[in-house]
């Protein structure tokens, strides 16, 4: 979950595929659907693990990243359309086979890692929290980030990320303090009371996350492309599965996933369709939330991760039959609310940017 801070000031070397309009609607549309898949189908099979007896913490997390060869197929498709641009006849160009920079490869392992750590908490979270109460905590992610984008990038407060901070705040607070409202059956107080905490650490270390990429994007000194955002999440991808795959190693899941397989609700097969499909669906995230932000912007990545947070909570209301009680149900107006605010004042920010910018570069 580590590419929605993206900046969207790309300079497209990419570009000539996107020329088409109606090329550029469909791609739109293809990567809007896939972040709304791999959003809402991410998290509600990863629960869905954990209620057929799924116990594997570092399991879990590592679905949320183990998809990343998926990458592989787009740039290979990028890699054969640009090597078919530069053969003209009589003039073999040679083609680029990648375009990350080692120092850009170092700073994507080094976020890597965290985002490897911030996939465990996430997933032991959800091992003990209902989908819908997740997805609403994970919005919090907003208000952190408002607060790491100040202390790292410099980005000034505003009235309206000050309004999402309070709103959110608030919202997670609810949901605090009524816990027997919303606490699964088979989930403890202590264990809810821990679910809480790790998914509000996973916000706060995914927010860490955003700001610290948008200061890798700004330090890059290159073109950010399309193609080299999908290189940086390949290599993000690696090593957050790296993290969690030696987690596994310690912790001794591998020994452990057949005999989970056998005891599991369902039967076998239906416990590995499980497991590949949740690595499949958060690979659809990702790559769609990179196409999105490089097809429009990062604002309308937000807005459908927004969008999505109360689909999520039906989905697991009619899929697992969650409670959704009155709090919760303030707690999602005050999250869809904070939002709101948070997106409309990044759309005021670039809109003054971009009228500051237009008298001087007019002709006098």
């Known amino acids: 979950m580590d590419v929605e801070g993206q900046t969207s000031n790309h300079q497209n070397q990419d570009a000539a595929p996107l020329t088409s309009k109606g090329l550029r609607r469909v791609l739109i549309v293809l990567n809007c659907v896939l972040l709304a898949l791999g959003n809402t189908g991410g998290p509600l099979l990863l629960r869905l693990y954990f209620r057929s007896g799924g116990k594997r913490q570092w399991l879990s997390s590592w679905l949320v990243t183990g998809g990343w060869p998926i990458i592989f197929l787009p740039l290979l498709i990028t890699y054969l359309h640009r090597r078919r641009r530069q053969i003209r006849p009589g003039h073999i160009h040679p083609t680029k086979l990648f375009f990350i920079t080692p120092r850009l490869f170092v700073a994507c392992a080094f976020i890597g890692v965290?985002?490897?750590?911030?996939?465990?908490?996430?997933?032991?979270?959800?091992?003990?929290?209902?989908?819908?109460?997740?997805?609403?905590?994970?919005?919090?992610?907003?208000?952190?980030?408002?607060?790491?984008?100040?202390?790292?990038?410099?980005?000034?407060?505003?009235?309206?990320?000050?309004?999402?901070?309070?709103?959110?705040?608030?919202?997670?607070?609810?949901?605090?303090?009524?816990?027997?409202?919303?606490?699964?059956?088979?989930?403890?107080?202590?264990?809810?009371?821990?679910?809480?905490?790790?998914?509000?650490?996973?916000?706060?270390?995914?927010?860490?996350?955003?700001?610290?990429?948008?200061?890798?994007?700004?330090?890059?000194?290159?073109?950010?492309?399309?193609?080299?955002?999908?290189?940086?999440?390949?290599?993000?991808?690696?090593?957050?599965?790296?993290?969690?795959?030696?987690?596994?190693?310690?912790?001794?899941?591998?020994?452990?996933?057949?005999?989970?397989?056998?005891?599991?609700?369902?039967?076998?097969?239906?416990?590995?369709?499980?497991?590949?499909?949740?690595?499949?669906?958060?690979?659809?995230?990702?790559?769609?939330?990179?196409?999105?932000?490089?097809?429009?912007?990062?604002?309308?990545?937000?807005?459908?991760?927004?969008?999505?947070?109360?689909?999520t909570g039906v989905l697991g209301v009619v899929f697992f039959e969650e409670k959704f009680s009155s709090e919760k149900g303030v707690a999602l107006v005050l999250a869809l609310w904070g939002l709101a605010s948070y997106c409309y004042g990044e759309y005021r920010q670039e809109k003054d940017k971009k009228d500051e910018a237009t008298p001087s570069n007019q002709v006098v």
């Not at 009524?178 to 202590?190: A, E, F, G, L, Q």
């Not at 009371?193 to 000194?221: C, D, H, N």
Request: aromatic fraction near 14%.
């Open 114 to 311: 965290f985002t490897g750590l911030d996939d465990f908490l996430y997933a032991d979270g959800l091992a003990f929290l209902p989908v819908s109460t997740s997805a609403l905590l994970l919005s919090t992610h907003l208000a952190f980030t408002a607060f790491f984008a100040f202390l790292i990038v410099k980005q000034k407060f505003t009235p309206f990320s000050i309004n999402s901070v309070a709103l959110l705040t608030v919202g997670a607070a609810i949901l605090g303090l009524h816990v027997s409202s919303d606490r699964p059956d088979n989930v403890t107080k202590s264990e809810y009371y821990m679910g809480f905490i790790l998914t509000l650490g996973s916000a706060a270390l995914y927010a860490l996350i955003l700001p610290l990429v948008q200061l890798m994007y700004a330090k890059s000194k290159q073109a950010i492309t399309y193609t080299l955002e999908m290189e940086m999440q390949l290599v993000m991808g690696c090593f957050a599965t790296a993290f969690c795959t030696v987690g596994m190693l310690v912790s001794e899941d591998f020994q452990a996933i057949p005999r989970e397989a056998r005891h599991s609700e369902g039967g076998e097969s239906r416990y590995y369709v499980i497991l590949v499909w949740s690595a499949v669906f958060w690979q659809y995230f990702f790559l769609g939330a990179v196409g999105v932000i490089f097809c429009v912007n990062t604002l309308l990545a937000a807005i459908v991760i927004a969008v999505f947070i109360p689909v």
